[in-house]
């Protein structure tokens, strides 16, 4: 059974940083495109970041030139790296990847999520 395993979530105050990170437990054969998703209360799930196997990324606009995803192939891992944070920014953060499995099959896979609270 495949897993995103998520951590670095937690409570910061504007201005400040936190470092996400991700990876999957469990055997597969290869990882596609890794990325991150957020969602507010009573917002849509919206896309932050994405990263290609190659490591070409894509950004939401509300975070461009703050926020820089990264991954790391020999890991398996995906990071987000939040630097000036803001209070529009507090949501849970989900990690989400395309996984080949061990039977060739490609699924799309979910973290459980982890809370970024920014204060004022």
């Known amino acids: 059974q495949v897993q995103l395993v998520e951590s670095g979530g937690g409570l910061v105050q504007a201005g400040g940083s936190l470092k996400l990170s991700c990876a999957p437990s469990g055997s597969f054969r290869s990882i596609g495109t890794m990325g991150w998703y957020r969602q507010a209360p009573g917002n849509r799930r919206e896309l932050v970041a994405d990263?290609?196997?190659?490591?070409?990324?894509n950004y939401a606009d509300s975070v461009k030139g703050r926020f820089t995803i990264s991954r790391d192939n020999a890991k398996n891992t995906v990071y987000l790296q939040m630097n000036s944070l803001k209070p529009d920014d507090t949501a849970v953060y989900y990690c989400?990847?395309?996984?080949?499995?061990?039977?060739?099959?490609?699924?799309?896979?979910w973290g459980q999520g982890t809370q970024v609270t920014v204060s004022s």
């Open positions: 989400n990847a395309v996984i080949v499995r061990l039977t060739s099959i490609s699924h799309n896979y």
């Open positions: 990263i290609t196997t190659s490591g070409g990324t």
